[in-house]
């Protein structure tokens, strides 16, 4: 595994062990050239999905891509890492067992949207300011009005 900090490829595994949903291992490095440490995660992965552009353009998924977008959506807030870790995992589980190799942009918002309501609502608010694009205040209302609906519907069943 290549250092993070200085780049040399010679580094050596201090400890491992399975995240809290056992999708993972998680491994503390440390850097035999500077004595850098950090953590790194191993984790299955079923296939290789090719995500579908609005445009119709293919590109491979990224989990990395994600993973900087949904820290975009948590910067300032107090979640635990491996919450957002497993709820991450799930997102990507979730798309690679949907059975198509394909998948379009609108199920991986879909998918995180789902994720991030149940991590963080304020989070959840910033990513979909994003992904349904709001360009006025007055969408942020609308969106919040119909989140807001969709609460007191799900209290009352």
Known sequence: MRCPYCGIDNTQVK??????????IRR???CNGCGG??????????????????????????REKLSKSVATALRKRTVD???????ISGVVRQL??????EITSDQIGESVM????NLDD?????????YKNFSAA??????????????ISNDKS
């Open 28 to 30: 503390r490095r440390v």
């Open 37 to 62: 440490r950090f953590t790194t995660f191993e984790r299955v992965q079923l296939r290789d999905l090719v995500v579908v552009k609005k445009s119709g353009r293919k590109v491979p998924f990224d």
């Open 15 to 24: 400890d491992s062990r399975p995240t809290e949903d056992s999708a993972s």
């Open 114 to 117: 789902e994720g991030l309501k």
């Open 122 to 130: 304020v989070a959840f608010v910033r990513f979909a300011s994003v």
């Open 81 to 87: 890492m491996e919450r957002v870790e497993r709820m």
């Open 96 to 101: 690679e067992s949907c059975g198509d190799i």
């Open 138 to 151: 007055n969408d942020f209302s609308e969106f919040l009005k119909i989140l807001s609906e969709d609460d």
